[in-house]
Nanobody, 121 residues
Framework: QVHLVESGGGSVQAGGSLKLSCVVS????????MGWYRQAPGKPRELVSRMSSDGTTTYVDSVKGRFTISRDNAKNTLYLQMNSLKTEDTAEYLC???????????????WGQGTQVTVSS
């Protein structure tokens, strides 16, 4: 089994910063991609940023230039540095990892429990 644990959420004022962390544990044969998603009340879950196994990154337009995704392979940790936060960034942020648990396996997605980010004006 693969487990993801997020941390780093909290309440900040607009313009502030937070850094989210996602620690991945369990047996992983290979990592397909990992990403940060968010879901605000009454809205669908959206992809915020993703990093492929080769390091390629993508961002949703609304966070480009403000958020930065990174990873530390030695610590099995994915990060999301969030700067210049806006009230519309308020949501639960979830880490999702697409991994293979054995050679020939399909990429299967695992989710963390989420961490709340609240940005006030």
């Amino acid at each position: 089994q693969v487990h993801l644990v997020e941390s780093g959420g909290g309440s900040v004022q607009a313009g502030g910063s937070l850094k989210l962390s996602c620690v991945v544990s369990g047996y992983i044969f290979s990592n397909c991609r990992m990403g940060w998603y968010r879901q605000a009340p009454g809205k669908p879950r959206e992809l915020v940023s993703r990093m492929s196994s080769d390091g390629t990154t993508t961002y949703v337009d609304s966070v480009k230039g403000r958020f930065t995704i990174s990873r530390d392979n030695a610590k099995n940790t994915l990060y999301l540095q969030m700067n210049s936060l806006k009230t519309e960034d308020t949501a639960e942020y979830l880490c999702g990892a697409d991994v293979r648990q054995y050679n020939g396996d399909a990429c299967r997605r695992y989710w963390g429990q989420g961490t709340q980010v609240t940005v006030s004006s």
